[in-house]
C-alpha cells in the first residue's frame, strides 16, 4: 500500500485503491458520506464534465464546506476515481449471467459498457488516467475475460480478443458520447446537428467533389432512419462482425488440433513445436 502523499513519486502505483489512507481523528459532518459525496460528483460530472467538478462546488451542492469533504476523500482525483468506479455499478451482473451463451454474455457487456460511456461522456478518458481497479470494475472485467475464455480460444487469444471487442465498444461509446454531448451544447437535437453538419460539407462546392466516392454510403446512412438508429444499427453490425472473428479463430484452432499441429503460443507469434526432430 502507499500513501496518498506518494502519489506523485509513484505514478504508476496511483491509485486510491492502493492507497493507506490515515483515518481522521473525530467524526465527520452529520448526514455525509462518502456514498452521498460520490452520488453528487457523478451527477455533476454528467452536467458539467471533469473541468467543471471541483471540491468547492461540491461542497456547495452538499451543503457542506470544503473542508468537510476532506474527511472522506484526500483529493479531487479520489472522487472522480470513486465515481469511475461506481458507474460500474449500473452494469447489470445478473442479466450477464442469464445469458445461454458466451456470444449472448459477450453481446450484453458491450451493450451496456456502450450504454455507461454514452450517459457519462466524462468516463472515457478516466478509463485511461486510473488505474481503475475498483471493486465494481473489476467485477466486470472478470465477467468479460470469462466471457471470452468461453469462447474456446486459446489463453494466448484472450487478451487479443478481449481487446478488439472491448476497445472497439470503448471508441464507439466515447464517439456516440462526444457527439450527443456537442449537440445538446449547441442546444440541438442529434438529428439536427447530424443534418445541418451533413448538409454544411455536402453543399460545400470545394468540399463536395471530395466525397463523390463516398455519397452512396451517405445516402445510405441517411435514409436508414434515426441517428440513433443508425447507432443501432451500425453497432450491432460491428458486433457480430467481431464476435464472428472470434469464432472463425476458435475454429481455426481446432482445426490445427484436429490435424495434428500444435497451436501457436509462443511469445512471440511462432509456433512451439513437440516432437521428435521439430
Known amino acids: 500500500m502507499v500513501k496518498a502523499a506518494d502519489r506523485a513519486e509513484n505514478p504508476a502505483r496511483s491509485s486510491v485503491w492502493l492507497e493507506e489512507r490515515t483515518p481522521r481523528a473525530g467524526g465527520g459532518p452529520a448526514g455525509l458520506d462518502r456514498d452521498r459525496i460520490v452520488a453528487a460528483a457523478i451527477r455533476m460530472l454528467d452536467e ?18 470544503a473542508m468537510s469533504l476532506y474527511w472522506y ?45 454514452v450517459r457519462h461522456s466524462w468516463l472515457s478518458p478516466c478509463v485511461g ?33 478481449m ?27 442529434q438529428e439536427d446537428f447530424y443534418r445541418e453538419a451533413l448538409t454544411a460539407f455536402r453543399d460545400d462546392p470545394d468540399f463536395s467533389p471530395k466525397i463523390e466516392d463516398m455519397k452512396d454510403i451517405l445516402d445510405e446512412r441517411a435514409s436508414h432512419g434515426s441517428v440513433s438508429d443508425i447507432w443501432e444499427r ?14 472463425a479463430m476458435v475454429a481455426r484452432e481446432r482445426g490445427r488440433t484436429a490435424n495434428g499441429n500444435e497451436p501457436e503460443t509462443g511469445t512471440n507469434g511462432e509456433r512451439e513445436r513437440t516432437g521428435d526432430g521439430d
Open 48 to 65: 458539467e464534465g471533469l473541468a467543471g467538478l471541483s471540491m468547492r462546488k461540491l461542497a456547495t451542492e452538499l451543503g457542506v464546506t
Open 73 to 117: 476523500v484526500d483529493t479531487k482525483d479520489d472522487i472522480v476515481e470513486f465515481a469511475l468506479d461506481a458507474v460500474y455499478r449500473e452494469v447489470d451482473l445478473g442479466a450477464v449471467e442469464a445469458a445461454e451463451t458466451w456470444q449472448d454474455r459477450i453481446r450484453v457487456l458491450a451493450l451496456v459498457y456502450r450504454g455507461m460511456l
Open 129 to 161: 488516467s486510473y488505474l481503475n481497479i475498483g471493486p465494481n470494475a473489476l467485477a466486470v472485467g472478470y465477467r468479460i475475460q470469462q466471457a471470452v475464455r468461453d469462447s474456446g480460444l486459446p489463453l494466448h487469444g484472450v487478451p487479443g480478443a
Open 163 to 189: 481487446a478488439a471487442v472491448f476497445q472497439f465498444v470503448y471508441g464507439y461509446g466515447t464517439i456516440e458520447g462526444q457527439f450527443g454531448a456537442r449537440a445538446a451544447a449547441a442546444g440541438m437535437s
Open 234 to 247: 451500425d453497432f450491432a453490425f460491428a458486433l457480430d462482425v467481431l464476435v464472428s472473428g472470434i469464432e
